[in-house]
C-alpha cells in the first residue's frame, strides 16, 4: 500500500538529536557556564561532535562502553552527547565510590575508555591496579579548579578532542532501542546491578521532564544533582531539548549555590530533600539580591514537611518526584492541584510529599498486591508493591538475565518499594520492602515514624530501622541528628511519638548522631541496620 | 542477553494514552466546555471509552474508517480518543465542503461509520445519494444550538454512546506506526489526496505542541482552529497532555470569541491570520475585561507585520508556526530571540514572520536544490524547496503509492513550498511552487509582492497571481481587500509597489473585492488563477 517507514518519516527517537537542533537554533547561547568558562551551543556541538569522532578514531564503536568519574564540570555533559553519537554506551561512575567498587564496574561493564577528574586519581589508580581483564584507556579532564592529586590519565581530554574532526558525519542509533547509558545501582548487599537503558526511554524521559515541569526555552539550571545520577534524570538531554542553560559546579555548598543563583539568575535545580534543607538553613545574608522565582524538583526521598514550607518561605517552588535509576530518574510526579493551595502548610506538605501519578510519558505507575498482581483498592491503606509499566524502564540488568526476569515478573518493572494507592489515585510509599518494620507479626513503615520526628523542632533528620529484639522479633530504632544548639532527651523524643503513634510504631531506642549519607543524599539505613545488629549482639 | 523488549518496558506510543492520564490526575477539571456544558476529564474518559465500545458493538475495528462531518463540538473533541481507542481511524471532513468531495471521500476513504451536524446534513444527504459502494452508518450528533436542517441519522450520538460499555478494556495499537487518522487534503486540482497518519507521530507532536508553547498544567484552550484541519494540529491531544480545558464553538466571531475568553480566562488559541485580524479589528468595547495575557500560535499564512504588530497592541503574544497536513500540522515554529525584543516592530515582524527551525520533536527541515537535493547556502537568496524528515511526517497517501512515493523523493518530504534559508538557520517561504509568477524568465514571489501591499494603510487583505501576457509569459496580477471606509486607486498601489519593488515586480493590475477563501482561512490562490485566465482569454 506504500505506506512502509521510510528515511523521511522514521527517525530513531535519541535525544542526541536536541544538541544538534539547540545548536541551529541558539548558537550562540551558552549551553554551559562553569566558573569563567562560557560555552555556547555551537561550540558544545562541535566539541561533541570532535568527541563521537576520536572516539571513532580510537576503535571505539556502537555497543562498546565508555566510562566516566566526573563531578558535574562540563566534561560531564558533554559526554552525554559525544559519546551516544558514537553508538557508545555512557557508563557514569558514582564519585563517592570506593576502588573495589569502581574495579568491578569497570570490569563489569567492559569499559573500553574511562574519562576521570584528577580529584578522583588515587581510587582510579587503585581501581586499574586491582581489575581484571583490559585495562581502559585514561583520559584525564583538566581542570584548574580540581584539588591536587596524581596525574594519571593516558592523554588529556582536551588532546583527546583535538583528535577527532568535527566535520564527520555523526549517527543516530540505527535502532531506538540501543543501549544509551550504563548505571550501576548503589546496591547495600552483593555487586551492583548495572541498568542499561536505550536511546528511546531517554528521549521521551528528556521531553517528560519538559512537559512535566513545564520547563520554557532558555532555563537556566544548576547542577546540584549529580549527573552520575541516573545521567543526571535525564536532564542534560531536556536541556538541549529547551536550549536551557547549564550552570555547573565541583560541590554542592550552601554559599556557592547562592552565588550561582544570583549571578546567572538561576531558574531551575534538582535534588534530595538534603540540598534543599542546606538552602533553607543557610545563613540569610546568603540569600541577598535573589528576588527571582525558583524551582526545585525533589526525590530521593520524600521532603519533610519542614523542608517543604520552609523553600516556600525562601521563594523556592519545590515538586515531588518519584523514580529509580531502572526508570531513567523521575518516573512519577505529586502534581500539584490548585485547590491545595489554600490548606495548611502541613496538610499541603503531606499531599505534595506523595510519590504520585505517572510522569507525563511514562505510561503508568500501580501499586499492586504482590501475590496476586492486582491492583490494591484506592483506600490510602491497603498496601502493595509499587511498580511502573512504559518506554521509560529499563532494557533491563547487564548480564543478569535472572535479575531481570525477576524485576519485570507479570509484565511490570517493581521497585521494591512498598506503597498505597490514596482516593485520588496518587501513589504514596511506606516504606522499601526491606525497611518494613515487623514487630509482633504488624508491620511498621519506617517512613511513618520519621516523618513524626520530623515534626519535633529539635531534630534535624531522622532514621529508623527494625533492631532485633527477642520478644517481637524486630522493634524501631531511630537515629536522630538535631538542629544545632538543640536538645532533647531520647525519653521525651520517644514520648513524642508514643503521643502521635499506635504505641507499638514508637522507637525502642533513639541514637543521637550524624546520619551516615550516600553520594545522592539518602540516608544508608542498610549501615543503620548494621549498627543496631552490632549492638544487639552485644547486648 | 536478557535484554529484550517486553510488556514492562515497551509501550506503543498513542496520544489515547494521554486520556487515561488526565482523567486519573485531573479527574475533575473541566476537559470540555461548550455553551452550558462543563464536563470533566473523568466523564469525557467514560464517555470516549462508551465510543470505542459502541464502534466494537457494532463491528468496527481496527483499521477501518470512521469518518466524522463535525463543527468544533465536544463530540469533535471525544471522536479524536473515542476512535483510535478501537484501533479505528478517524477521517475529519473539511465543513465547507460540497457534496461530490464529500462523497469521494467518504467512498475512497471507506468510512464504515459517519458521525455528523445537522448543519451538514443538506450536503450529507447529497453526498450519500452520489456515492458508490456501501453506505456508513450515520450518526447525528444532537445539538441544539445546530441551524435547522433535515435529520438524517440513522440514530443519535448520545443513544450510540449509550450502546458501549464503558467497563470494557479499550486497547493501544498493536503497532504505534497503525493509522490513527486520515486527512484529506484540499488539493486545487483533480481529486483530494487522503493523508494517512500513525500513532506515534500523533503522540510526538501532542508532547511537542505542549513543549513548543510551554503549555503548562491547566491551561484554557479556545478552539478557533477548526479541529478538521490536521486533527486541530493535534492539539486534542496535546490538552490531554496537559489535563488543559477545550472551550469548544460552533462558529469563529469576534464577539462570542472575547466573550469566551472573558468568561474562562482563554490563555490559548490558534488558528490562520484572518481570525487574529478579525481579533485586532473588533471594536475595542470587545475586549472590555480582559486583562490576562493570551498567547496565540498563527499558521495557515506568514501573518503580515500590520497583524504582528496589532496582536502585541492588544495583548495577544503570537508565534508562528508552519506545517502542512503531511506533517501533522505544526512541524516548523519561528522560535523568538530574546534580543528581537529590542527592534523596530517592523524588522521584528518581519523575523517573526518566517517559517523558521523545526519544531522540537521533528527532526528537521531544510530547503534543498530540487535538481541536486542538496542544501542550499544559508544566504537567505538562494531558492530551493523545503523539505521535513523525521517522526512527525505522515505514513504515505492512502491508496496512492505513485504519489507517496514522489513525496519522499530522496528521503524527505517535499512541502511544495520554495523558500530560503537565512543565515541564522531559519526557513523562510517565498511560495508555493506552483504560485511563483515567471515573468520574462525571471522569478517573482507572490509572498513578496503581498508582503509589499500589506504595507499601504488602505490594504486589509492582498492576494498576487499569475496573469497570463503575451509579452513576458506571466506578469503579477494583485486581488486586494480594502479596509472599511479606506480607497486607493489601482493606479497609486502599483505605483507604491514600484516604488519599493524591482520594477518587474509590480503588479500589472490591481482588482478590488473580498477574496475567495478556504474553510481554513487561506486564501484561495487558485480560484484567482481561474479568474485572471478567463479575463486574459476575453481580452
Avoid at 230 to 252: E, H, K
Amino acid at each position: 500500500m506504500g505506506l512502509a517507514k521510510n528515511a523521511a518519516n522514521f527517525v530513531a527517537l535519541s535525544p542526541v538529536s536536541f544538541l544538534e537542533r539547540a545548536a541551529r537554533v541558539h548558537p550562540q547561547r551558552a549551553a554551559l557556564v562553569y566558573g569563567d568558562l562560557r560555552q555556547s551551543w555551537a561550540d558544545t556541538y562541535e566539541r561533541c561532535r570532535r568527541f563521537a569522532a576520536a572516539l571513532s578514531a580510537r576503535g571505539i564503536g556502537p555497543g562498546d562502553t565508555v566510562a566516566v568519574m566526573l563531578p558535574n564540570t562540563p566534561a560531564m555533559f558533554e559526554a552525554h552527547f559525544g559519546v551516544p553519537m558514537n553508538g557508545a554506551v555512557l557508563n557514569t561512575l558514582n564519585t563517592r565510590l570506593d576502588a573495589p567498587a569502581i574495579a568491578f564496574m569497570l570490569q563489569h561493564g567492559e569499559a573500553k575508555v574511562l574519562l576521570m577528574d584528577r580529584e578522583f586519581s588515587a581510587v582510579i589508580a587503585q581501581a586499574l591496579s586491582i581489575m581484571e581483564g583490559p585495562r581502559p584507556t585514561v583520559i584525564e579532564v583538566e581542570d584548574e579548579t580540581a584539588p591536587p592529586g596524581q596525574p594519571l590519565g593516558d592523554l588529556d581530554y582536551e588532546s583527546f578532542l583535538a583528535g577527532g574532526d568535527p566535520s564527520l558525519p555523526w549517527h543516530l542509533p540505527s535502532d531506538e532501542w540501543d543501549a544509551i547509558a550504563l548505571n550501576y545501582t548503589s546496591g547495600t548487599t552483593g555487586n551492583p546491578k548495572g541498568v542499561v537503558t536505550h536511546h528511546r526511554g531517554a528521549y521521551l524521559n528528556a521531553a517528560s521532564n519538559a512537559i512535566a515541569w513545564n520547563l520554557g526555552d532558555g532555563a537556566v539550571y544548576l547542577w546540584t544533582l549529580p549527573m552520575f545520577h541516573c545521567n543526571g534524570w535525564c536532564f542534560p538531554w531536556t536541556l538541549a531539548l529547551v536550549a536551557g542553560t547549564s550552570v555547573c559546579q565541583r560541590r554542592v555548598e550552601a554559599a556557592q549555590i547562592y552565588a550561582l543563583i544570583r549571578e546567572h539568575h538561576v531558574t531551575h535545580l534538582c535534588g534530595a530533600p538534603i540540598v534543599y534543607s542546606m538552602l533553607i538553613n543557610a545563613p540569610a545574608q546568603l540569600r541577598e539580591g535573589i528576588h527571582h522565582p525558583i524551582r526545585g524538583l525533589v526525590a530521593g526521598a520524600a521532603p519533610p514537611a519542614a523542608v517543604m514550607e520552609g523553600c516556600e518561605t525562601a521563594g523556592i517552588e519545590l515538586t515531588h518526584v518519584y523514580g529509580l535509576t531502572e526508570v531513567y530518574g523521575p518516573s512519577a510526579i505529586c502534581t500539584k492541584k490548585p485547590e491545595w493551595a489554600a490548606l495548611a502548610g502541613d496538610e499541603r506538605a503531606r499531599l505534595n510529599g506523595r510519590q504520585g501519578v505517572p510522569y507525563p510519558l511514562q505510561q503508568d505507575v500501580r501499586v499492586l498486591d504482590p501475590l496476586t498482581f492486582e491492583p490494591v483498592p484506592a483506600d490510602g491503606e491497603t498496601i502493595g508493591e509499587i511498580v511502573f509499566r512504559g518506554n521509560v524502564v529499563m532494557k533491563g540488568y547487564l548480564k543478569n538475565p535472572e535479575a531481570t526476569e525477576e524485576a519485570f515478573a507479570g509484565g511490570w518493572f517493581h521497585t521494591g518499594d512498598l506503597g498505597v494507592l490514596h482516593p485520588d489515585g496518587y501513589v504514596k510509599i511506606k516504606d522499601r520492602s526491606k525497611d518494613v518494620i515487623i514487630s509482633g507479626g504488624e508491620n511498621i513503615s519506617s517512613i511513618e515514624v520519621e516523618d513524626t520526628l520530623h515534626h519535633h523542632p529539635a531534630v534535624l533528620s531522622a532514621a529508623v530501622v527494625a533492631q532485633p529484639d527477642p520478644k517481637w522479633g524486630e522493634v524501631p530504632c531511630a537515629f536522630v541528628e538535631l538542629k544545632a544548639g538543640q536538645t532533647v532527651s531520647e525519653e521525651e523524643l520517644i514520648e513524642f511519638c508514643r503521643s502521635r503513634l499506635a504505641r507499638f510504631k514508637a522507637p525502642k531506642r533513639i541514637v543521637f548522631g550524624e546520619l551516615p549519607k550516600t553520594s545522592t543524599g539518602k540516608i544508608q539505613k542498610f549501615a543503620l541496620r548494621e549498627r543496631t545488629r552490632a549492638a544487639s549482639a552485644i547486648e
